[in-house]
């Protein structure tokens, strides 16, 4: 049995479904709603929208505690 593949995102344990995604479901379907927004005024790579999407993730989590 292989590795497990986890999601990215700091702080969560959830699995991947595809080893090609970076996030768990949840985390993907965020990504990808932030991706669509964001792609008209970030130039880059898939990379620097996933860093973005992190940092933003906990900058809002930090605002809930």
């Known amino acids: 049995m292989g590795k497990l593949k986890m999601c990215k995102m700091p702080g969560c344990e959830k699995e991947r479904y595809e080893p090609k995604m970076l996030f768990c479901g949840e985390h993907e379907r965020k990504f990808k709603q932030f991706v669509s927004k964001s792609s008209k005024s970030i130039l880059g ?9 992190i940092a ?8 809930k505690k």
């Open 45 to 53: 790579g898939v990379a620097t929208l996933a860093l973005a999407f």
């Open 56 to 63: 933003k993730v906990m900058a809002d989590n930090k605002g």
